[in-house]
């Protein structure tokens, strides 16, 4: 049987990563599945949509995290939500026609997810009208919120699969709510957790702590200083001047108190340009650092190590909760709410003061952690034990 993957945003690649070893695993004999079903090999075909294609938003994720080269690449870059799907559509029929796979694995919730999985719903490998079967790793995810371009491609893409793979206990319910029948849906857990703990020991070598200067010596011994941490890309939160201004302003505050590292995402960047916001710190506090993207090994370091995560990504709300540190999610929702209910995840809001009270508040949390159910490491052999299983 042959698997084609999708990847294309950089929230993709830790999803399909460890999908990819654990299907070289299973070739390999060294895991088995109960009951086995044989032992045909699978192949596997991975496509890279390039909705992402820098070094810093792409490339370096495929190294830190050890995946093979893409078998194709489609080059579609950057551009408006129709123009950047329909490209995606036009590109990966011929690919997915040629292929011919017997499955496709989709992940998460961008652009590339849906379209992928709505080529693959349309298309016919020949005058039987045969398809390949589509699976959704992160099925079931919903923030209630249809202004968020990720909400529509979650519930697309959804509606179109044939096996969804669940990350958390909502997802069950709200799949079952919109009348996906039972029996597509698994409970595996979650897939960026396995690439987490994979990768968790080999982040603490990281050097970006000495690099960014948050290593304090004193009396010939040294010690992490601490800080918090900021990601900010949503267009909700960064395409708007008063709105992001008022953010930043809530960063200002918090800045005074322990110092701010800010990788800042390409499109939060070119606001910041456009918005002629020169400097995210005035205070004359310990202050913020803005930096490039990181590697996905340097940013799990800091992650791990800050004080608080202040966020507005789906995915970091799931890596703090699995890690035990402290996180504000600077937005009026989840889709992820195992999150809150079981993990270290506060929803602030984007009010300015909210922001600064969320953040005092999680600072006064002792850091500490329970993992969700299945959030074990082991997501992605569950997975590929549904596959086989739908493969007899
Ligand atoms: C996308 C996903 C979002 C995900 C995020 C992770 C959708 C609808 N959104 O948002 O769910 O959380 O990725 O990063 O699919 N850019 C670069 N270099 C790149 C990629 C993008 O400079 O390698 C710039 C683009 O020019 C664009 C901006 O960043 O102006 C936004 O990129 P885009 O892929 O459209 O969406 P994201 O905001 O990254």
Redesign the pocket.
């Known amino acids: 049987m042959k698997i084609l993957s999708v990847v ?4 993709n690649f830790m999803k399909i990563s460890p999908i990819i070893s654990a299907i070289d695993a299973y070739n390999a004999g060294s895991f088995t599945l109960s009951p086995s079903p044989g032992r045909e090999k699978i192949d596997h075909f991975l496509v890279h949509t390039g ?4 070094r ?3 490339e370096s994720f495929f190294q830190d995290l050890g995946i093979c080269q893409p078998d194709a690449s489609l080059g579609v870059g ?2 408006t ?1 129709a123009g ?1 799907t329909a490209e995606i559509l036009r590109r990966f029929e011929p690919v997915l026609l040629e292929e011919r796979p017997d499955l496709v694995l989709v992940a ?5 997810t849906l379209a992928c999985a709505l080529v693959a719903a349309k298309i016919s490998y020949g005058s039987n009208g045969k398809r390949p079967l589509i699976a959704h790793v992160e099925a079931g995810l919903r923030s209630f919120d249809r202004t968020m ?2 909400e529509v ?1 979650r519930v697309a893409t959804d509606h179109l699969c044939d096996l969804l793979f669940v990350t958390e206990q909502s997802g069950i319910e709200n799949l079952k709510r919109e009348g996906i029948p039972e029996e597509k849906i698994f409970f595996v857990g979650n897939t960026m957790i396995d690439t987490l703990m994979l990768f968790r020991e080999r982040a603490s070598q990281s050097d970006v702590l000495k690099s960014l200067g948050l290593i304090e010596r004193s009396n010939g011994s040294e010690r992490i200083s601490p800080y918090a941490l900021l990601t900010l ?1 949503r ?1 909700s939160n960064v395409d708007n001047r008063e709105t992001f201004t008022g953010i930043l302003d809530a960063m200002e505050k918090i800045s005074a108190r322990l110092p701010v590292v800010f990788p800042a ?3 939060t960047r ?1 606001q910041m340009d456009s918005l002629q916001i020169q400097n995210v710190s005035r205070s004359s506090g310990p202050g913020a650092m803005v930096t490039e993207p990181l590697g996905y090994i340097d940013f799990l370091c800091l992650m791990s190590n800050a004080k608080l995560v202040l966020t507005d ?2 995915g970091i709300q799931e890596e703090t909760t699995c890690l035990g540190v402290p996180c504000v999610t600077i937005r009026e929702n989840t889709e992820r709410p195992v999150t809150v209910t079981q993990g270290t995840n506060l929803l602030s809001g984007v009010k300015p003061d909210a922001i600064v009270d969320a953040a005092n508040r999680q600072l006064a949390r002792q850091k500490g952690n329970s993992a969700p159910e299945f959030w074990d490491g082991r997501a992605s052999y569950r997975i590929v034990e549904a596959i086989r299983g739908r493969f007899p």
């Open positions: 294309g945003a950089r929230p909705q992402h294609y820098d810093i938003m792409s950057s551009g939500h950047q998460g919730d961008v652009n590339s371009p990720e491609n890309h267009p995402h390409p499109r070119k990504s789906g």
